[in-house]
């Protein structure tokens, strides 16, 4: 009896388990086991789907072969009219660098001539006063030559101030030599109208005719300029000759 109710416990026992498992079983959701295949299966594209991703993927290479096959003149986020006007404006800011380079040119040559023509114009100016200068000068010089030539010291005092007035003579002397003035040596020279003025005449066998013969009165130059031209005495043949202090005729 005993052993009968154990079975049937038992019995109850495993009916319930059983019935507790099928019922667990009902309560997961349906499918549950298979939810990768549910899913490959839900997910998988159709025919359509692949048609259009191909259709996606092909877009990107069709448009650039037409961009390489037309390539774009224009530049991004700038339209033609405002391109067009971009290259207006360099065209003309050209035109005006143009401009501006050719009067710059223009202008520098002005000052480049100017410069020249002023720097010759003051050099003129400072020669001329120069010039006019040392001939004010000029017959100072003549003066102390002929006192050296003609007045001869005879006593210490008369020589002491004959050297006195010979050294201011040498100091005026070298201060023309340091502004440039020269004189000129006529003696023996051939007589040059552009250098020396024949105040007279001589016949002589011995120097050939046109020759200056004696220097009367001394010429100075200045670089290229004659500041006095040298009075002379000129030789003739005999048989022309004028008396010694008739100056010769002017052609």
Known sequence: MIDEEKQLEETQETTTSSMDTSEAGDSMPAGA??????VSVSDAPTDEHVLSMEEFLATPD???DKAGAEPSEGIPGVSS?????????????????ERRSSDYM???ADFENFRKRTSKEREELDDRVKCNTV??????????????????????????IHKSYQGVYKQLVDGLKRLGVSPMRAEGQEFDPNLHEAVMRE?????????????LMRGY????RILRHAMVKVAVAPDDASPSDTPPSES
């Open 33 to 38: 086991g298979d939810a990768d295949a549910a």
């Open 62 to 64: 069709e448009e650039s």
């Open 81 to 97: 009219a405002e391109l067009s006007a971009l290259q207006q404006e360099i065209e003309s800011l050209k035109v005006q660098l």
């Open 106 to 108: 223009r202008l520098a």
């Open 135 to 160: 001939i004010e000068l000029l017959p100072v010089v003549d003066n102390f030559e002929r006192a050296r030539s003609q007045i001869k010291p005879q006593t210490d005092a008369e020589m002491a």
């Open 203 to 215: 016949a002589t066998h011995e120097f050939p005719e046109g020759t200056v013969i004696e220097e």
């Open 221 to 224: 130059v200045l670089g290229d």
